[in-house]
Structures are given as C-alpha cells and as structure tokens.
C-alpha cells in the first residue's frame, strides 16, 4: 500500500526590487540596534579629566608654582632669623640670671614680640620656599656663651650692650635695607611693619645703658687709685682753730 505524497506549496522566491526591500530593511534594523552599544563603548569615562593640547593653560584651580626670591631677599630673611633667635635666646638668659627688674621687664618685652615676629617670618617664608635657619650664627652662638658664663653686674653689662644696643643696631639696620629695596613686594612689606617695633626695642634698649653702666662703676677708693710704689699724697696741714691762738 503506499504511502499519499504530501503536497506542498512552493514558496515564491524573492526577485529583483523587492529582494533588495527585504535586505535594506535588515541592515537598518541592525545598524539601529548597535548603535547604543557603539556609543556606549566610545563615549570617554566622566571621572576621565579631558587632555590638554600642547600650549594649553592649566585650569584655574591648579596651584601655581612659587616664585623664586632675588638673592638679596631670601639673605635677608635667613638673617632676620638667625637675629631674632639670637635676641630671644639672650633674653632668656636674662630672664634666668638679670637681677635689675628694670633689665628683666625688658628682656621679657623682647622674647614677647620677638617670638611673634618669628612666626610671621616663618609664614612668609614658607610661602616663598624659603627655608629659615633655626638658631643664631656661629657669631652670634660665641657671643651667647659668653654671655652665659657671666654673672651680676657683669652679665648685665654685656646683656645690655651686646644683646639690646648692638644687636638692635645691627638688625634695624638690615630692615631699613630691605625696606627701601628689596624686591618682593611682601618682603618689603615685612621689613617695613617691623621696624617700628625694633625701633621701640633699641630705644628702650638705650634707656637701660646708663644703669648697666652705674652697675659697673667702681666704688672710688684712693688705694685703688695709686700704682705700687706712688706715695700717697700727704694731706694738708690744718689750719689751726681760734681756740689755739
């Protein structure tokens, strides 16, 4: 017995015009769908900052490089330093060993001020690159020990005049200088708002010179006076009294 033949219908094959309808409309539909991938493996990354071209500014936002100082300013603020440390280190000293009250209200005036000074020395050297010494000169240590090995009236001699008179000649000196040149505008400034205030400290420091001095003075003693061997100088003969006569 056989088996009927199922009858099938052909499918009509595409041809000319419409074939190539069927295929365009293919491509359009996948080029639309990978289009976003496409995009989203192209688009930069937000956190990403975008590059800069060659001769580009930076973006406001970056911190500039610091300016370096002339010579002339960044000697002035290294001296400065190693002045200030030296006036406050021989206050101290003063404090410990002075025993005028007048020499140690003084001195305490200068380790006050003076440490101010020095912190806005250290800020506005900071912000120039500068990196200050922390202690005097050799010179300036030598005078220090000796002055550390001195004591009474002695000490106070040379407190008083190599500490408050000459070292404040020495350091108004050096702020006048920068004051009229120097050529960064902030180290002028500098110089010329702490000048009144060592100005004030010389002056002061003038005032105590003479009681340092009396401190010093020898009592008179005419012992004292004569070189070995002179005679002393015999004493005129008194004039005789009316009870005498």
Known sequence: MKTPRLLTRPTPS???P??????CTALAA????????????????????????????????????????????EAFLKQAAEDGHTEVEGSRLALRKATDPQV??????????????????????????????????LL??????????SEGDTFTRRYVDNIAVEAHEDTVKLFEKAAEGAGDAEVKAFAERSLPTLRKHLDMARELKPAAAGAMAPAHNDRADRSPGTPATPSAPASPSRDSR
């Open 18 to 23: 419409a074939r190539s309808a069927v295929l």
């Open 140 to 149: 300036q240590r030598g005078k220090l020990k000796l002055l550390s090995t």
């Open 30 to 73: 996948a080029a639309f769908g990978a289009a976003p991938a496409l995009a989203q493996s192209t688009a930069p990354a937000a956190s990403d900052p975008p590059a800069r071209e060659k001769g580009q500014t930076a973006p406001p936002n970056t911190v500039p490089e610091r300016k370096s100082l002339r010579h002339a300013d």
């Open 104 to 137: 140690k209200r003084y001195a305490q005036t200068l380790v006050d001020e003076h440490t101010r000074m020095a912190e806005t020395l250290r800020t506005l050297a900071r912000s120039k690159g500068v990196e200050l010494p922390d202690r005097p000169s």
């Open 14 to 16: 595409l041809g000319g």
